[in-house]
């Protein structure tokens, strides 16, 4: 189906433990963002790509990785997982023309 | 000073009343600014851009004022289906970045 979908839409994980969230865009979007949404904070940027292979910080990077080594994927790594992630995870897609960003539906992530 | 900033509510409202939010912006340079709708557990949705010259989409109208740095968005007629958290969105540095306000939230009682 043509979108953003990300996966998976639900994950415990342990602290200390690697975990990655999928993003996936079928419309060839060249940029790319990854949000995290907590109470009290709205939505604050992680880190966005502007086309594969160019990644840039955003607000919070500490403690996440990404790559984009293809245009429709951007994946969001967190190395070594902390309580203090937890959070809900939106990933976003841009045609790069000022119209806006579209979400996916979001993965809501617990660290214990 | 947050870059965006909205009152965050509750707003509690009749059906079929009229209610209206604004929101502050602290970057002059700013050049896209928009109005996202977010229901309970799900996703930002884009609900109408603003433009300089003020738009309007059904029962939804969006201002700009550029001087003050602020934004409005007016419902009219409200529905219980504008039931929501409405989000003010504005473009940082790079136009393609954009900076959300933490968002106002909206209930209209039947």
């Known amino acids: 189906d043509a979108g953003i979908t990300q996966s998976p839409r639900y994950k415990i994980t342990e602290t200390g433990r690697q975990v990655t969230l999928m993003c996936h865009q079928t419309?060839?979007?060249?940029?790319m963002f990854w949000y995290r949404q907590d109470l009290g904070h709205g939505l604050r940027l992680i880190y966005y790509?502007?086309?594969?292979?160019?990644?840039d910080k955003g607000e919070v990077p500490d403690g996440y990785v990404v790559s984009r080594s293809k245009t429709e994927n951007f994946p969001l790594t967190l190395e070594s997982a902390t309580r203090s992630q937890t959070s809900v995870y939106f990933c976003?897609?841009?045609?790069?023309?000022?119209?806006?960003?579209?979400f996916g539906s979001g993965t809501r992530l617990t660290v214990v | 000073r947050k870059e965006v900033e909205q009152d965050p509510g509750p707003f509690n409202v009749p059906e079929g009343a009229t209610v209206a939010f604004n929101c502050t912006y602290s970057?002059?340079?700013?050049?896209?600014f928009f109005w996202y709708r977010q229901d309970c557990r799900k996703e930002p949705k884009l609900l109408m851009s603003?433009?300089?010259s003020g738009n309007e989409d059904g029962r939804f109208t969006a201002q700009l004022n550029r001087a003050s740095q602020y934004i409005s968005l007016l419902i009219r007629d409200s529905k219980l289906s504008d039931s929501a958290t409405y989000l003010c969105?504005?473009?940082?540095?790079?136009?393609?970045?954009?900076?959300f306000g933490q968002g106002t939230r909206l209930t209209i009682n039947p």
């Open positions: 976003a897609s841009s045609a790069g023309n000022s119209g806006g960003y579209t």
């Open positions: 419309w060839s979007h060249s940029y």
């Open positions: 790509s502007a086309a594969a292979d160019i990644t």
């Open positions: 970057n002059s340079a700013s050049q896209s």
């Open positions: 603003v433009y300089s």
């Open positions: 969105v504005v473009s940082g540095e790079g136009a393609q970045k954009l900076v």
